[in-house]
């Protein structure tokens, strides 16, 4: 058997934590032949909790999970140790009513410490992944804490907005959810984000070219996908656990196989200029990857209607970050 993948998730004993713990835990990701060791980090006060899960995780007889580390929020350091991967979820959900900028306050000062604590502890090559919310804003915190560890590195989640915009497609194209390809999430994982059907394909086709309703496209498609956290809160009484969960396994998978032809993925990366949006600010984007390096894919034309979208969630992404200056390393 090789070294142990060791794999750091916050918030383990939330809602998302135990959707997607066990599933890291069964070789999902890194394979039947590839050994994990989760650390798993808590508030100091939800500590018995995750002894729960870490009972129930013993109790699933994994071959595959080696073992299991635990700290609390005070010794982030220790939960960080040799981390190759961290998942960044805990943080508090917002509650229906709100948006997720409005958690800035509540949740930004939890990813300076993160960053610190990370930079510190974690494996040399530590790639990040955060999914608590506001979760663009959040990672450029965390990531401005962290000068060693280097920026192509850090992610925040936008691939549950990829599945949800490829179902919404299927559905209308009468087709199966692995015929809609190419779908990129551009901007802030809030209400501006932007899915881009343009680019998108239904067996080969854009989208434009499968769906004749075009109004149905920039209107009811564009909206769904964008509320569709909010709709969640509002049907469940509690924000997606389930679908996030599975968002992030999705994310962990598409940073370390290559991408399939005809396919992209998308996630909040730090611009470095592509398609003129400001260098500095996590904003998601189309992205391949040999497994190994990623880029952005290059050479996408937008017309006035998709330009005008991406530039309002880029400038919202602009404005988050002047709002937590005093937050950022
Ligand atoms: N990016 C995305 O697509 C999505 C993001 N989210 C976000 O994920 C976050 C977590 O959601 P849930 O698991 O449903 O919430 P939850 O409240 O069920 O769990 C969060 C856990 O984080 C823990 N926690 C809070 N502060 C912490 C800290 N400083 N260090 C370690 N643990 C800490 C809490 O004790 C709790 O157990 C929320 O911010 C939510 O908005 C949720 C769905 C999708
Ligand atoms: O909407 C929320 O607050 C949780 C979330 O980010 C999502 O479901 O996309």
Known sequence: MSKPVRIAVTGAAGQIGY??????????????????????IELPHAMDALGGVVMEL???????????????????????????????????????GMERADLLKVNGGIFGPTGRA???????NVKVIVVGNPCNT???????????????????????????AKSQLAQKAGVGVGDVNSLAIWGNHSPTMYPDFDHARIKGTPVPQAISDHDWLKGEFL?????????????RGASSAASAANAALDTLKDITRPTPEGEVFSAAICSTGQYGIEEGIMCS??????????????????DEFAQAKIQASVDELKSERDTVRDLLG
């Open 285 to 302: 984007m189309p992205l391949r990857t040999d497994g190994t390096t990623w880029q952005v894919v290059e050479g996408w034309e937008h």
């Open 118 to 124: 990370i930079d510190a502890a974690a494996a040399e």
């Open 19 to 40: 959707a997607l713990l066990f599933r890291l835990a069964s070789g999902e990701v890194f394979g039947p032949d590839q050994p994990v060791h989760l650390n798993l």
């Open 58 to 96: 013993d109790d699933c007889a994994f071959p595959t999970l080696e073992g299991v580390t635990t700290a609390d929020s005070d010794h982030l350091e220790d939960g960080f140790r040799d981390a190759d991967y961290v998942m960044c979820v805990g943080s508090v959900p917002r509650k229906q």
């Open 138 to 164: 959040n990672c450029l915190i965390a990531m401005s804490h962290a000068p060693r560890v280097p920026r192509e590195n850090w992610f925040a989640m936008t691939r549950l907005d990829q599945n949800r």
């Open 223 to 235: 909206t769904t996908v964008q509320q569709r956290g909010a709709a969640i809160i509002k049907a």
